[in-house]
């Protein structure tokens, strides 16, 4: 079975300052690894995902994420944060053998102060 | 290219009623899953249709249920509308079955349902 953690539900930073939005993974099978965006009142915008390929990966808006199959993360990290970085962030997992199912973490609530 | 749209935006419904949400998926998809996203649970997989067939199911009681038409667009239904079912329902969509893995889902803006 799959599961995901987001270690933090709230993470607050000032504008200009690097982004870290922490990731555990639990799975089976070898597993693909998404992070999604949620802007309030919106639907889910990929932001990057890893599917075996390069262990760092880079998304979009300056956003990057390492896979790290020993510590079973992965991590999301912008060195510096725009105001329109606030939002919701998802940590998503999903297995070869689950198809399109993807599992969800908690979320973690970013906010970026001027 | 168009992307996920879901009709309606917005429904208010009371208890006992039953709902239809709609979703069209991007032009040449043939997968459509469904997730509902509430405060207290998050977002939980429902179920996914691909070229007609149900996929996967998520652990959701029977009230829930689905059907995908021969163009893709999908219809998600649930019945005896209970309080707890106030969510936002999101529909997501992509190319292939995804058992290759790693398939990328494309996901709509969601109906809100408040059930009073």
């Known amino acids: 079975a799959q599961s995901v953690t987001q270690l933090d539900s709230h993470v607050s930073v000032s504008e200009g300052t690097p982004v870290l939005l922490r990731c555990n993974y639990s799975s089976s099978y070898s597993p693909s690894l998404f992070w999604y965006v949620q802007h309030p009142n919106k639907g889910l915008q990929l932001l990057l995902k890893?599917?075996?390929?390069?262990?760092l990966v880079k998304g979009i808006n300056g956003f990057e994420a390492e896979f790290k199959k020993s510590e079973t993360s992965f991590h999301l990290t912008k060195p510096s944060a725009h105001m329109s970085d606030a939002a919701e962030y998802f940590c998503v997992v999903s297995e070869g053998n689950a198809g399109n199912m993807l599992t969800f973490g908690g979320g973690t609530r970013l906010m970026v102060k001027p | 290219k168009a992307g996920v749209t879901q009709t309606p935006r917005y429904l208010i419904k009371t208890r006992g009623q039953q709902v239809t949400l709609s979703c069209s998926p991007i032009?040449?998809?043939?997968?459509v899953s469904w997730y509902q996203q509430t405060p207290g649970q998050g977002l939980q997989f429902l179920f996914e249709y691909f070229s007609e067939t149900q996929r996967n199911k998520g652990n959701f009681p029977g009230r829930f249920s689905g059907r995908q038409f021969s163009n893709s667009r999908s219809e998600m239904n649930v019945s005896t509308l209970e309080l707890g079912d106030s969510a936002l329902y999101l529909c997501?969509?992509?190319?292939?079955?995804?058992?290759?893995?790693?398939?990328?889902?494309?996901f709509g803006p969601g109906t809100r349902l408040l059930v009073l």
């Open positions: 890893y599917t075996s390929a390069a262990t």
């Open positions: 997501a969509s992509s190319l292939t079955s995804g058992l290759a893995g790693g398939e990328t889902q494309y």
């Open positions: 032009s040449g998809h043939r997968s």
